[in-house]
């Protein structure tokens, strides 16, 4: 999914941030390098961490509720949130082991008498990890197991349209409900994953997370547009988890009032059915 330029340059076409990738470098994501003019997914089967979770973990309410999921991350990202809740797997390189996607299948299975019922791709941010999911999903699929993707949305529409195919459910991570937040604060834009949603409706389950981060995401207009376009695009049964911002990473302000999430979710609950806090004992 890449193209060739001159000087042996390439250009990665997964994500909407299209980089122009130079001989032994790598695109934002740092996932990907050119190795001699051929652009390398050299994080494929790399997993940082492995885990059983809960479902309601990721999270989704209503998609198997009372099961458990088996969780996998790599390592990267193709945003840079300034308050990234999970920078250590997802802005660093740190230890990692490789595995193919019939361990994962094998893995899998044997927590099925667990109430396993598949394999989320979580942590960092899957749609790097493109190759490695779309190899493993079809083998789980065949199997009868479920693959859920925990993401940003943040990809180009030809590849997210041949992935959608294979996936059973997804969290995806709005970060605001402005371009000017998604520029600033995470290096990306709004639309490619607003575009990325709309297509994946009636393809699987989706629910959404909107971090709230006071005095950035959380004013009157932003979460009650956000919820709207929810209703409008993807009805008024879409779950919505609004979730608690804690200081992290490159962000050091104090963690969200429960006052503020209270009122998103007043605001949200006049478009949707299902909204949801999260990190936060209401
Ligand atoms: S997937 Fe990585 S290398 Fe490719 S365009 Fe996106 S950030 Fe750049």
């Known amino acids: 999914m890449y193209s060739h330029k001159e000087n042996n340059g390439v250009r990665c076409e997964l994500c909407p941030h299209r980089c122009l990738v130079l001989p ?17 997914a050299e994080g494929y089967g790399i997993v940082s961490s492995i885990a059983l979770d809960p479902i309601e973990k ?39 082991r490789p595995i193919v996607p019939k361990d994962v299948l094998n893995l899998a299975k044997t927590h099925q008498s667990d109430g396993c019922v598949g394999v989320a791709f979580t942590y960092n941010e899957p749609l790097i990890w493109y190759e490695f999911i779309l190899e493993t ?16 949305g943040y990809l180009s529409r030809l590849p997210w349209d041949e992935l959608i195919q294979h996936i059973d459910a997804l969290n995806v991570d709005v970060k605001a409900w402005d371009d000017d937040f998604y520029g600033k604060m995470c290096g990306a834009r709004l639309g490619p994953v607003l575009d990325n949603l709309a297509a994946a409706k009636d393809k699987c389950h989706i629910e959404l997370t909107y971090l709230v981060i006071p005095d950035h995401n959380d004013d009157d207009a932003s979460l009650e547009g956000f919820a709207r376009w929810v209703y409008n695009n993807l009805g008024a049964d879409t779950p919505v988890h609004f979730s608690r911002y804690f200081p992290s990473y490159r962000l050091e302000i104090p963690a969200t009032p429960t006052d503020v999430l209270k009122r998103a979710r007043a605001l949200a609950g006049k478009w949707l059915d299902f909204v949801y806090l999260g990190n936060v004992g209401l």
């Open 137 to 152: 999903a079809p083998l789980l699929k065949a199997a009868g197991l479920k693959t859920v993707l925990v993401t940003n």
């Open 58 to 96: 990721k999270p989704l309410f209503h998609f198997y509720p009372g099961s458990s999921i088996l969780s996998l991350g790599s390592y990267g990202c193709n945003l840079r949130c300034l308050f990234c809740q999970n920078w250590q797997i997802s802005q660093t390189q740190g230890k990692a």
């Open 24 to 40: 032994g470098k790598s695109g934002i994501c740092r996932m990907r390098r050119n190795r001699d003019g051929m652009l390398v």
